[in-house]
């Protein structure tokens, strides 16, 4: 691969949609024939305090190039909580993460409800460009010995 | 100086046999003479006769509190100083005592020497160590050498401004100053000034030398789950070989598990037979959870840990 980055590459991108509010947020930009990038992966979670930042670490091993999480505004949450918690996760681990040398920008989160299909759509767009800038993750990565591109 | 330890050894062992002898608890753990110079090594005592095995140095570096989970049906009394007694609070916070089930013996803290440091600093093997005043006096084949303590101690000692354990049943010294010697972790200031890629390289570097031994999680006193991550099969979240992914992955969640936990103690370090720095890590989290949360471990015995309640105010500024 050398340093360059091939000439089509695409970053794949892992989003963590809540159930409640970024799932249905994402469902809507569907239904509503909102355009985004193709380049995310949803994994619907419970909530965003379910995020363990193990599920982060474990997407950035096996090769994702970025990663979204994204629940429901403060206040709206289905559990009352949980993205108030996930938030102090959040911060905490983006802080860290950022500490030890990965990119800023290489994990992002956001707060889309289940009305906001375009600010979806937005956020989606926006996390693909910021990844396409940074291109492609090298750090943490499991295959980055044998120097392929995931 | 010598003398305040010697007072302070001497009031260990006094209250010792007394807890033992009118059985206020069935076993005191305490620190003992090592078999090598400039260490020490952990004396659990039950019999009141005994006591006088129990020492007070520079030495006494071990996080006792560690030892507490395998002995939930005894009542023990417990040899702490400042950062171990943090730990206690930080754990009976997770509910892992119950009440009146420990005695603290509260050490202010003298800080404690850093015995590779010295080592590092003559040459051949060090037979002997004697600690007078502010001075740290060690011999080996053909050398004497006679070496200011205030120079040589852990990185975790020089920034610690708790050293007066707090709760602690009984003290056995005079509350100490509490300020700090130098103000921030030597080695977090040295990571910060690096670029991101460079953070990341050393990291790669430092954390590749891991043998995966798992001492530093043994030694760690909140690192009592019945099963870690990393010896979870079902889900796996991380492979058991030596590769260099898998050893950054686990030094990352084994430091960012501490958040809010994290006494600053240093016992990960120093138990690390590869000489990894850890504290770098556990200490920017310290430093984090107090920016961001307000929180600092073990210090209030009623505020809950930062990660497990929350504030509507919380930063959220890089949530889009």
């Not at chain 2, 809010?260 to 430093?287: F, V, W």
Request: with cysteine; proline share 6%.
């Amino acid at each position: 691969m050398g340093n360059g980055v091939e000439k089509n590459w695409e970053p794949k991108i892992l989003a963590f949609l809540c159930n409640w509010c970024s799932y249905a947020g994402a469902d809507l930009a569907g239904t509503s024939r909102i355009q985004y990038p193709p380049n995310i992966r949803v994994i619907r979670v419970p909530c965003s305090g379910r995020i363990n930042p193990l599920f982060i670490l474990k997407a950035l091993q096996g090769g994702i190039d970025g990663v979204l999480v994204s629940g429901c505004h403060p206040g709206d949450c289905h559990y009352i909580s949980g993205n108030y918690i996930g938030r102090r996760k959040s911060v905490s681990f983006k802080r860290f993460l950022e500490y030890l040398g990965f990119e800023e920008g290489r994990v992002q989160f956001s707060w889309v409800s289940a009305a906001e299909g375009g600010k979806f759509s937005q956020v989606v767009g926006e996390v693909v460009q910021d990844i396409k800038n940074l291109g492609p993750a090298k750090r943490l990565v499991k295959s980055r010995q044998v120097g392929s591109n995931p | 100086m010598e003398e305040r330890l010697k007072v302070i050894q001497d009031r260990i062992r006094e209250k010792a046999k007394e807890l033992l002898s009118n059985k206020t608890v069935d076993l005191i753990i305490g620190f003992g003479e090592g078999s090598l110079p400039l260490r020490t090594t952990i004396r659990f005592i039950r019999n009141p006769g005994k006591v006088d095995r129990l020492i007070w140095n520079s030495f006494c570096e071990n996080n006792l509190s560690t030892y507490l989970h395998k002995l939930s049906q005894s009542k023990v009394g417990l040899v702490v100083k400042g950062c171990d007694a943090r730990s206690i609070i930080a754990l009976s916070l997770e509910k892992r005592f119950k009440p009146n089930q420990l005695f603290l013996i509260g050490v202010p803290c003298q800080r404690m020497v850093d015995r590779r440091k010295v080592s590092k600093a003559v040459q051949g093997e060090i037979l002997q160590a004697v600690e007078e005043g502010d001075q740290l006096i060690v011999e080996g084949e053909g050398f004497k050498k006679v070496l200011n303590r205030n120079d040589f101690l852990y990185p975790s000692c020089q920034v610690c401004v708790h050293r007066t354990p707090i709760q602690a049943n009984v003290l056995v010294g005079d509350p100490v100053e509490e300020s700090p010697l130098i103000k921030t972790h030597p080695e977090i200031i040295e990571f910060e000034k690096k670029s991101p890629e460079e953070r990341w390289r050393f990291f790669e570097k430092e954390t590749s030398r891991c043998i995966r031994c798992y001492a530093c999680r043994e030694v760690c006193p909140m690192c009592y789950c019945a099963e870690c991550f990393v010896d979870s099969s079902n889900p796996k979240w991380t492979e058991k070989g030596l590769s260099p992914s898998d050893l950054e992955f686990y030094h990352i969640v084994r430091a960012y598990h501490q958040t809010g936990r994290c006494s600053g103690c240093g016992a990960c370090e120093r138990a690390c037979p590869m000489d990894i720095p850890l504290t770098y890590l556990t200490q920017k989290l310290n430093q984090d959870v107090k920016e961001l949360f307000n929180f600092e471990t073990g210090i209030d015995a009623e505020a809950p840990p930062p990660l497990s309640t929350y504030e509507t105010e919380d930063k959220q500024e890089f949530i889009k």
